[in-house]
Structure formats: C-alpha cells, structure tokens
C-alpha cells in the first residue's frame, strides 16, 4: 500500500497541487480545509504522515498540532508556514512537529515538501523498528529472569531434598550408633554423622536463603559450631567454642569443603585437647584478608598441643583419617594448610582463595552490613 498523506490547508488550488505532486510521488494524498476536519479524518485512521497549515479558520495549526498529540500514536506531522513565520516554526517544532517546510520559496515548496514528508516517514519506521527491537528486549530479559527464577526455585528444592536425604541418613546413622555395643564403631559412625551434618547444613543453607550460588561463611560457621557442640554434648566435657568470623562469602562447593575441615578440626580439638574430661576453650577464626583475594580460617585450642594428640587417639582407630580428609578438603579448596608450631596448644590455619565473585559478595554483605548498623 502507499503511504497515505493528510494535507490540511485552507487554500485549495495549493492543496490541489500538492495532492498532485506528492501523488506523482508515490503518495496517496487526502486533502481537508482546516483543522477540525483533519482531526475528524484522523479519528478514522491510517494515516502516516500530515501535513499542516498555520493560518486556518476555526482552529489555528498550532492548536490543530496540539490535538493530534494527544491522540494515540499519532503521525508525524510536518509544519507549513509563511516565509516571515520563522517564530511560528519553531513554537511548532517545540509543540511537537518533526518538520517544517516554508511556502513560497522561488518555487521550492513542493520539492521541499516532499523531501520532508519522505524524511518523516523514515523517521517514522525507525522509531517504529526501535520500538519493536525495544519491545523484544523486554520480552527476552522477561523470559529470562522467568527461566532464571524457576532456576533458582529448582535449585532451592533440590537442595532441599538433598538436605532431607542427608539428614535422613544422619539419623538412621545416630540410630545405629546408639544401637552398637562396639565402642570403637560407635565412635566411628559419630564422626561419621558429624561429617554428613556440616554437608547438610550448606543444603539447608542454600535453601532457606534466596541466593543459591553463594554461602555466608559467618552465618553457616555459627550453625555448623553449633550443631557440632550439640552433638558431642554427651562426652561429659565442658568444651567451650568460640566463634569470630568476618563477613566471607564463597560458592556452596567451597563451604562444603570448609565446613568439613572445620569439622574434623573440632573433632580433633574436643577430642585430644583437653584429656582426663576436663573442658578447655576452643576458638575458630575467620578473617578476610584485606591485601589479597583470601581468607583466612584459623582453629586453635589451649591443649595439651599436637605432640599429645597421637598418644590420645583410641586403640582399633585410624588416627590419620581425619588429617587425610582434612588435607583432601584443603586440595579441593587450593588452600595452604600450616600448623603453628609456637602455639602453646594446637593452632591450624587454612589459607585459602577468594574467587573474583566471591570477592564481590563479600563487598556487598559489609555494605549492607554497615547500612544496617547506620
């Protein structure tokens, strides 16, 4: 179809012969004489492109321009005035018009015209092209952030279910442990529960948190202390442990691997430290360090130190499965594992990596961190 053009003027020998003209050019041109009737004509519709007139009876163009740009989407509408009438095109242009053309120039009013109108329409068809590229973005970012959020939704249940399985076999675990006169497996399926637990606590992190990617090593720490405390309750010790541990956040993958070190760093330490029954404290450190993109985990306790720790492991166990896993886990994490030999008691520091995400997600918990204390 050919594009449509509205030419409102009073004067209608011009609107003949720009009826004329723009029709040689390709255009489908309806004329009326002034601005009540070309608003009437466009209530109707298509039209792509107007063409306005100043001087009218009844209404003016610039209160003609003013109606057609409260209309929905309305056409572009180029402005025609007088050679004297600069002000008047550019309180036109200001009103909304896309163009102006003079009449009257030695004869150039039609080819301007018409260069004009072919312009508007181009102008048109971009806007129109950007609206829909526009309209398409939105509607790809809105798939997106759906598929994004059901994502995350089956992530979350999936660490819920993994973390009900999890402490289903912690229980059928502790029911077996309890079940068995053999002191030595008892104690091994102890430790094994504990290693499950700090497991399952990320799972149950994940879940109960809306972000499934990372992990608060000072909020997960707190309940993995916690949760081991509890379970070895029943050694009639007094262990007390104490936690001090910077904002650090890091992927799920990771805290499983910290969790477990921590784990088997505070069997250890409740365990050997303190023979005889007595209770002693017990400290677990989490710094981030400032200089470089690491942390810092620190598990120390006022014992009797590592040269005892040997002589205090219970006959028929492996008194080297907890380093093995520990040096396992520290694999898993590149870490560096050192033991402080000037400690008066055992002293272990687990040096390890921050990712460049990590990094970031450390930055935004402190912030928010310090928002809220503000």
Known sequence: MRPRVLYIDDDPGLARLVQRDLGRAG???????????????????????????????????????AEIRKL???????????????RVAVSALKAGA???VIKEVDGEFLPLLRAAVGAALNGQEMRRAKERAEAELRAQRDRFEALANERALLMSEMNHRVGNSLQLVVSLLSMQAHASQDDVLREA????????????????????????????????????????????????????????????????DSAVAIGVIVTELLINAMKYAYPGGQGGPIRVRLYRRGDRAEALLIVEDDGIGSSGTAQQAPKGMSAGLGQKIIAAMASKLEAELERDESHAGTRVLVRFPLTEADTGMVEAEAEAERAGAA
């Open 189 to 252: 399926l102890r430790s094994v529960i504990k290693r499950l637990s700090a497991i399952a606590h990320v799972h149950r992190r994940l879940y109960g948190g809306g972000d499934v990617q990372s992990i608060c090593l000072r909020s997960y720490l707190g309940s993995l202390v916690e949760d081991v405390s509890v379970t070895l309750s029943g050694d009639q010790t007094s262990h007390k442990i104490e936690l001090m541990a910077e904002p650090v956040s890091t992927s799920p």
């Open 72 to 86: 929905p989407d309305p056409p572009p509408v180029i402005y025609v005035t007088g050679t004297s009438e600069g």
């Open 27 to 65: 255009y489908e041109v309806e004329t009326v004489g002034n601005g009540r009737a070309g608003l009437e004509r466009l209530a109707r519709r298509g039209i792509d492109v107007i063409a306005l007139d100043h001087y009218m009876p009844e209404l003016d163009g610039l209160e003609t321009l």
């Open 98 to 100: 896309v163009d102006y």
